[in-house]
C-alpha cells in the first residue's frame, strides 16, 4: 500500500481510445502523461493472461521514463470461441489492430464454428487488466469483467475495438451505441478502476 497518494501517472498505452478513456476515469487531480509525449513505442506482449501483460507494459514504460505507470490489458472473450481472441484481441486486427478487420474475423469464426450463430445468444465477455508498477515493483494488479453477448452485426460509432459488436447483459445497445458516460458505469474497465481506487 501507498503511504501518499499518486499525484503524477505515466498512462501506458499507445491507444488513443484506451487512453482516453482511462483519463475520464482517473481522479482529476492526478496529472496524466502519454506514452506518445515520449515517443515510446510498446512492448511485446508475450505473457499468457490479461494480469501478465498489463504487468509487462506498466513495468516496461515505467522503467522507460522513470515515472509510475498504469497500465492496461483488455480484450474479448467468447465462450463458443473457446474464450478467443482473448489477450490476442488487437492481434486479431492484424499489423495495425484494425478493428474492423479484427470484427469481420470474429464473425468469420463464429461461422465456421456454427453457420446458425445469428439466431442464437452468443456469450462473451470484456476483461480488464490494470496493473500500476514503478519501476520493476508492482504496486497492483486488479481484474475487471462484464458479461454480455454477441451483436449480429456491428452498430454504433461510440467507444472504439469491439464495442460495436458487445451487447451487455441486461442491455439492448451495444457499447458502440451508448453514450460515454453510460458505458463507463458498467463496462469492464471501470469495474477495474473500482478496484484500485484505494491506490489512488
Known amino acids: 500500500m ?3 497518494k499518486i499525484e503524477k501517472l505515466l498512462i501506458g498505452t499507445n491507444n488513443k ?6 483519463r475520464d476515469l482517473l481522479p482529476k487531480n492526478i496529472v496524466t502523461l502519454s506514452t506518445a509525449e515520449f515517443k ?5 506482449e508475450n505473457g499468457k493472461s490479461f494480469k501478465e501483460n498489463s504487468l509487462i507494459k506498466s513495468k516496461y514504460f515505467s522503467k522507460k521514463t522513470n515515472l509510475m505507470c498504469l497500465a492496461d490489458d483488455s480484450g474479448l472473450e467468447i465462450d463458443i470461441l473457446g474464450k478467443n481472441p482473448g489477450i490476442y484481441s488487437a492481434r486479431w486486427g492484424g499489423r495495425n489492430s484494425d478493428f474492423t478487420k479484427a470484427i469481420e474475423r470474429v464473425y468469420r469464426e463464429l461461422k465456421k464454428k456454427d453457420k ?3 439466431n442464437k445468444k452468443i456469450k462473451a465477455r470484456f476483461v480488464c487488466a490494470l496493473s500500476i508498477s514503478y519501476l520493476s515493483k508492482k504496486i497492483c494488479c486488479v481484474i475487471g469483467k462484464v458479461e454480455g453477448i454477441i451483436s449480429h452485426k456491428p452498430r454504433g460509432k461510440n ?10 447483459i441486461n442491455k439492448k445497445k451495444t457499447f458502440g451505441e451508448m453514450k460515454p458516460t453510460q458505458k463507463y458505469k458498467l463496462d469492464h474497465r471501470s469495474k477495474a478502476f473500482k478496484k484500485i481506487k484505494k491506490f489512488l
Open 2 to 4: 501507498l503511504k501518499k
Open 17 to 22: 481510445g484506451k487512453l482516453k478513456e482511462i
Open 159 to 168: 467507444g472504439f475495438g469491439y464495442d460495436p459488436i458487445f451487447i451487455p
Open 40 to 44: 515510446l513505442k510498446s512492448p511485446k
Open 116 to 118: 446458425y450463430w445469428r
